[in-house]
């Protein structure tokens, strides 16, 4: 669907003694070694754990690992931690993929446009986007006519919005999923390996 604007988003320890904390390797890209990554994809799978039942997760103790969860959340690796809401539960059963098209795209009418619809709660996420489009919008209502609403008096009357074109969402596969942590984790692998490797040539 298309608009255009008319003119003038207790402990699960492992059987076995725990680790003390060991010494980080330096992963020359990111910093992470494998507790790190370890502590990060048992966050995103449960971000409840009290730091005793994640320390015995990821195999260390509850000091070092509550000094990494602090290092990951200070250096910006963790950014918060929210509950997983589901939409239907709370009446928001429209879900809707919006293409917006600016009518200028320079620096000051663009920045004006983004302020605009980070202000909206409609908006759960916005993207530039390569192609057409300038921004590709997720939004949120709670039925068709709320959505009619949001679009013709809300979206099309920001700053700068050429024309809304919208795609809805007929049923979710998957949603909210956990990111990839993989690459991280055979750079760790590789990076163990590569330090094993120095050590031994320097024997």
């Not at 990554?37 to 000091?63: K, T, Y």
Request: glycine share 8%.
């Amino acid at each position: 669907m298309a608009l255009k604007k008319p003119n003038p988003g207790k402990s699960l320890a492992r059987n076995g003694a725990r680790l003390a904390e060991p010494a980080a390797l330096d992963d020359a890209h990111l910093g992470l070694d494998r507790y790190d990554i370890a502590i990060l994809g048992e966050l995103q799978r449960d971000a409840r754990l009290s730091n005793l039942e994640l320390a015995g997760r990821i195999g260390l103790s509850a000091a070092p690992t509550w000094r990494r969860v602090r290092r990951l959340e200070e250096q910006g690796y963790i950014t918060g931690y929210r509950a997983e809401i589901d939409r239907r539960k709370i009446g928001l059963g429209v879900l809707a993929f919006m293409r917006v098209d600016a009518e200028r795209n320079t620096g000051r009418a663009t920045r004006a446009l983004e302020d605009a619809i980070r202000k909206l709660p409609e908006v759960i996420a916005c993207h530039y986007i390569s192609g057409t489009g300038t921004f590709e919008l997720q939004v949120m209502a709670t039925d068709l006519d709320a959505f009619s609403r949001f679009s013709l008096q809300t979206l099309l009357n920001l700053p700068h919005v050429k024309d809304v074109h919208t795609s809805f969402s007929l049923g979710e596969v998957k949603s909210g999923g956990a990111l990839p942590l993989g690459h991280l984790q055979a750079a760790s692998v590789r990076d163990r390996k590569e330090g094993k490797d120095h050590v031994a040539a320097a024997t």
